[in-house]
């Protein structure tokens, strides 16, 4: 099983047009590594003693193209700010049994208050294999992603058409939340409107 434990340093794009960067990363030559589904779940106590701290703990469940499922506990840091970009400390681990490890969570009361899911492409860049360039689809909208070192970052975005002044370092929920506000919505989860589906009727 897989274990990481790191200093991220990341940033978040609003897309304008999601064919127009897909043309623009071709053009690069970006490799492709895989797209998969992610269902992401925040835990916290009932008085949110973690939010306080600028601390988070999420299970994350993907599922590629073959369906195949992996599940990640991550934990993470108070985040800070270096100058535009996003730094927080970060643990993950991959979990075999993530309902277990729900019921561990609930043992130590932490209950889920927030549930997200997208769609995520990782690219790589050449020549900038220190940074990773992941596209996120959402309810939301459309962003990229990009995490590595500062300079990384920078060579990046400008090669996808992005200035310092457009880096977000908003996390989902923040911009869920931002996203109701403007919207005038009641916030609830991020997730993709489902449509029910037709059956045949039967003569």
Do not use: W
Request: net charge positive; charged share 35%; aromatic share 8%.
């Amino acid at each position: 099983m897989r274990t990481e434990h790191h200093r991220e340093t990341e940033v978040k794009l609003r897309i304008a047009s999601l064919p127009a960067l897909r043309r623009r990363l071709r053009a690069l030559g970006a490799r492709p590594e895989g797209r998969v589904h992610e269902f992401n779940t925040l835990f916290d106590t009932p008085d949110r003693v973690l939010a306080r701290r600028g601390e988070l703990v999420r299970l994350r469940i993907t599922t590629d193209s073959r369906r195949r499922r992996r599940a990640l506990l991550t934990f993470k840091g108070p985040g800070g700010a270096r100058g535009p970009y996003k730094v927080r400390e970060e643990f993950e681990q991959e979990v075999v049994d993530p309902e277990l490890f729900r019921s561990a969570l609930a043992a130590l009361r932490l209950q889920p208050f927030f549930q997200y899911e997208k769609f995520r492409t990782t690219f790589r860049l050449p020549n900038l294999s220190d940074v990773l360039v992941e596209v996120d689809e959402t309810p939301i909208g459309n962003f990229i992603e990009l995490e590595g070192t500062p300079a990384a970052i920078d060579r990046a975005a400008e090669r996808l058409g992005y200035s310092r002044s457009e880096y977000l370092r908003e996390s989902y929920l923040e911009l869920y939340l931002e996203d109701c506000r403007q919207r005038r919505r009641a916030p609830s989860d991020m997730l993709f409107v489902r449509r029910p589906s037709r059956r045949r009727s039967r003569r």
